[in-house]
């Protein structure tokens, strides 16, 4: 059974056919979060900061590559520095790789894996 004491924090875009499986599978799974538009409001600084040192500043791991937003942005991300991508992500929740999952303001799951899912929210 999985524990239900997490604070968890899904941040996802309702037209994001990964977020609406992953948030099926946490409403099956009883799993409570507190769910957010990314669009209308995006992670904070502080959360997307630890989202680049937790993919070890692997950049094309939290940016939405396959989106029209990081395509319309025309530059080369990997030559940013840390604060413009910063900047970049949290002024635009659609450059961010969905759903976003934060649970316990520690650990960042983005995109949708059922076994890692499983792995962290147990």
């Known amino acids: 059974m999985l ?3 997490k604070r968890v924090i899904f941040y996802s875009y309702p037209k994001c056919s990964t977020c609406r499986k992953a948030s099926k599978w946490l ?3 009883n799993i409570n979060y507190q769910l957010i538009d990314i ?3 995006q992670p ?3 959360f997307l900061e630890m989202a680049l040192i937790q993919f070890s ?3 094309k791991k939290i940016f939405n590559t396959r989106g029209k937003s990081y395509k319309s942005i025309g530059i080369d991300i990997l030559d940013l520095t840390q604060k413009k991508i910063i900047e970049l992500l949290s002024n635009d929740g659609k450059l961010i790789k969905r759903p976003f999952l934060i649970i316990n303001e520690s650990k960042l799951i983005l995109g949708f894996n059922e076994s890692e899912y499983i792995a962290n929210l147990k």
């Open 39 to 41: 669009v209308k409001e």
């Open 57 to 59: 500043l692997d950049i």
């Open 44 to 46: 904070s600084k502080k």
């Open 3 to 5: 524990n239900k004491l």
């Open 27 to 29: 409403d099956q799974n």
